[in-house]
């Protein structure tokens, strides 16, 4: 679809974007039928090196809980998203190269592959190309690296050590990995301290530009214990469900076949409705945790992080049931 920077600026500001919605809705009917799909995220540590000053699990956050994730319990949590039929497992951590070493990744992602046939996406953060080539080659399929805003000051504001000028890092790690055969994944937060509207139509044509095949955005949710928490600085961006959903929406009309998840951030924001917007709005994909309980709690990126636990009969039945309602179902990703 045609949409330019004036097309963009006009849904995310109207009074109403039920047309837009609609819009969207019928795009992913064309593109991807009523299935949703499910990945597994598991979530390896809360051990990050990396001070980003939104993030929970920033190193100088003293009151966070850190653990690690054995090699055997991650590959418990693969056999389990296997056996729940979930086709993909999603490996997330905070960032440390010295815990996920490239050679222990590429066993993972071997034995993963080897012992359950799946699909793996890799959400490592910021890594070499020599680290993402050696992962290719032991065959992940995806790599999910959101770049949490084009505005280069904005991102060099939030993540200390970022160059101001010159390439985004992260936009360009998400060039190179995608030069290396992977399916990348890209996207935004919304409603960080000083983000600009003008910023949000420049990340949704970027993801266009990138071509991405999934799109991970959500609300900022501001976590106390972090620089940015305590920041008074307004955005011109909410922090709201509508807008966030706005922001789905537009994807899916950018980018028609795209894998789009409702995320865990929109339903923390609004647990009762929050996940079922996401869908109304052409998110095709959901995203439960397999982290085994002990840890969950430790993988505090933001406060009140709410959990759809997979391994709980009760937590998909309703997941299922919400899919129903708008007339989805669980398809099987392969
Ligand atoms: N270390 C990895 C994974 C980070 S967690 C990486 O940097 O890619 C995954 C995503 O959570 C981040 O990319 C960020 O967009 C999101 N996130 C982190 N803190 C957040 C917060 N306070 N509110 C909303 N989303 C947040």
Known sequence: MNLGRNDLRRWLTAPDASALFAEAR????????????????????????????????????????????????????????????FGTVVLQAGECPSLWTRDRVAALVRRIKGETGQRVTLSLGERSEADTAAWREAGADRYL????????????HIHPGAPLTGAHPRLDQLRRMKAQGYEIGAGMMLGLPGQTLESVVEDLLTLRDLAVDMVGLGPYLSHPQTPLGQESTPSEVPV????????????????????????????????????????????????????????????????????????????????????????????YDH
């Open 145 to 156: 690296l959101r770049f949490e805003t084009t505005d280069r000051a904005l991102f060099a």
């Open 26 to 85: 019928a795009v992913r009917a064309r593109t991807k039928g009523d299935g949703v799909f499910l990945r597994g995220l598991i979530e390896l540590s809360s051990v990050c090196d990396r001070d980003c000053l939104y993030c929970g699990m920033r190193h100088s956050n003293q009151s966070a809980r850190r653990y690690a994730l054995r090699d055997d319990e991650i590959l418990a949590c693969a056999r389990l998203a296997r056996d729940l039929r």
């Open 240 to 331: 709201s469900a509508d807008f966030t959903c706005r922001c789905y929406a537009l994807a899916r009309l950018l980018l028609p076949a795209a894998n789009i998840p409702s995320t865990t951030a929109l339903s923390t924001l609004d647990p009762a409705h929050g996940r079922h917007m996401g869908f109304e709005a052409g998110a095709n994909v959901f995203m439960p945790n397999l982290t085994p309980a002990a840890y969950r709690d430790g993988y505090q990126i933001y406060p009140d992080k709410i959990c759809v636990v997979a391994p709980e009969a009760d937590a998909r039945s309703a997941l299922y049931a919400d899919l129903a309602a708008v007339g989805l179902r669980h398809a």
